[in-house]
């Protein structure tokens, strides 16, 4: 089911993204339909924004931020009804895990950053497991994507999406380390989707 007020918001996010700071989408055929989880690396607070747009209007994703962008007055409140969710960093917050799991069984998309805040170029980071967990317990695929770390403004940044598929585990249920194995594959996909994107 569309979402009313990310219908509404999305013209003037595209608009707004179109001028000042257009993108190029790469592969964005790869992006399935259904449930998925798209992650992506994560060098600038418009990183959403150019991922959003790349992937068109018709395709609506929940996206993952952080709980004080919830706090803004009136963009917070327009934010989660749009469906972004809210999640507070360096703890684990069940409530905002209980509803990516619940969106996903939905069978809707969900954006998130596994790198779990932004990194600069060239900075070595660690992927942190959450989206090996989304997917690993819902049946929805990881979906890699690169955004162009470099941006300019009235410069296109490109977005390049990579091939879905669905992270393998031994046993019933993966274990610790099989989420922390699964996000780094996960990271070291998204960063060589980095040659599409020159």
């Given at each position: 089911?569309?979402?009313?007020?990310?219908?509404?918001?999305?013209?003037?996010?595209?608009?707004?993204?179109?001028?000042?700071?257009?993108?190029?989408?790469?592969?964005?055929?790869?992006?399935?339909?259904?449930?998925?989880?798209?992650?992506?690396?994560h060098?600038?607070?418009?990183?959403?924004?150019?991922?959003?747009?790349?992937?068109?209007?018709?395709?609506?994703?929940?996206?993952?931020?952080?709980?004080?962008?919830?706090?803004?007055?009136?963009?917070?409140?327009?934010?989660?009804?749009?469906g972004?969710?809210?999640?507070?960093?360096?703890?684990?917050?069940?409530?905002?895990?209980?509803?990516?799991?619940?969106?996903?069984?939905?069978?809707?998309?969900?954006?998130?950053?596994?790198?779990?805040?932004?990194v600069?170029?060239?900075?070595?980071?660690?992927a942190?497991?959450?989206?090996?967990?989304?997917?690993?317990?819902?049946?929805?695929?990881?979906?890699?994507?690169?955004?162009?770390?470099?941006?300019?403004?009235?410069?296109k940044?490109?977005?390049?999406?990579?091939?879905?598929?669905?992270?393998?585990?031994?046993?019933?249920?993966?274990?610790a380390?099989?989420?922390?194995?699964?996000a780094?594959?996960l990271?070291?996909?998204?960063?060589?989707?980095?040659?599409?994107?020159?």
């Amino acid at each position: 089911m569309r979402n009313k007020v990310y219908s509404l918001l999305y013209p003037i996010i595209w608009i707004f993204m179109r001028i000042l700071h257009p993108w190029r989408a790469v592969g964005a055929d790869n992006i399935p339909e259904g449930a998925a989880v798209i992650c992506g690396n994560h060098t600038t607070l418009g990183d959403p924004l150019y991922v959003v747009c790349a992937m068109g209007g018709k395709r609506q994703t929940h996206v993952m931020a952080k709980a004080e962008v919830m706090k803004w007055p009136v963009i917070g409140f327009l934010l989660k009804k749009a469906g972004i969710i809210g999640v507070n960093r360096g703890k684990s917050d069940m409530a905002a895990a209980k509803e990516c799991l619940r969106v996903l069984k939905k069978g809707e998309k969900l954006l998130m950053f596994p790198e779990g805040t932004r990194v600069k170029e060239g900075k070595v980071s660690e992927a942190q497991t959450g989206a090996a967990m989304f997917a690993t317990r819902t049946g929805a695929p990881l979906v890699p994507v690169y955004i162009q770390p470099k941006k300019r403004r009235f410069r296109k940044t490109t977005v390049v999406f990579g091939q879905p598929y669905y992270p393998a585990f031994e046993g019933r249920k993966p274990s610790a380390d099989d989420y922390q194995r699964i996000a780094d594959d996960l990271l070291v996909r998204v960063r060589a989707l980095g040659e599409q994107a020159e």
